[in-house]
């Protein structure tokens, strides 16, 4: 299994600003992906989950309304859509893969954005907001 996140950068207060998480080495829908973040001193936070076999997405307070999580099968990709950005998002943004037990439209927000339940892990993209 091997996630591979890209697309970080430096944007604005108030820009946008697209991560991807290629995924490959295992059935894409049998799995959740989810977007965690780690800022300086402090610890990882869950961003997003998406299941694309059910359509199944949930999204941490913090960023709903502003974040939007999609997949794409064919290409075994997932993307977090990133807008009005704010200097607290600044932080390492990594993918995680968690293997379904059971198909449900709402299997991430039952399943929530706790780390022990994704087992692999990709390395990171850093995203940094500030003018």
């Known amino acids: 299994v091997q996630l591979v996140e890209s697309g970080g950068g430096l944007v604005q207060p108030g820009g946008s600003l697209r991560i991807s998480c290629a995924a490959s080495?295992?059935?894409?829908?049998?799995?959740?992906i989810g977007w965690f973040r780690q800022a300086p001193g402090k610890e990882r936070e869950g961003v997003s989950c998406?299941?694309?076999?059910?359509?199944?997405?949930f999204y941490a307070n913090s960023v709903k309304g502003r974040f939007t999580v999609s997949s794409d099968n064919a290409k075994n990709a997932v993307y977090l859509q990133m807008n009005n950005l704010k200097p607290e998002d600044t932080a390492v943004y990594s993918c995680a893969a968690h293997k379904r037990l059971y198909a449900s439209a709402t299997y991430c927000f039952d399943l929530g954005l706790g780390q022990r339940h994704y087992d692999h892990w990709g390395q990171g993209t850093q995203v940094t907001v500030s003018s």
């Open positions: 080495g295992f059935t894409f829908d049998d799995y959740a």
């Open positions: 998406i299941s694309s076999y059910d359509g199944s997405t």
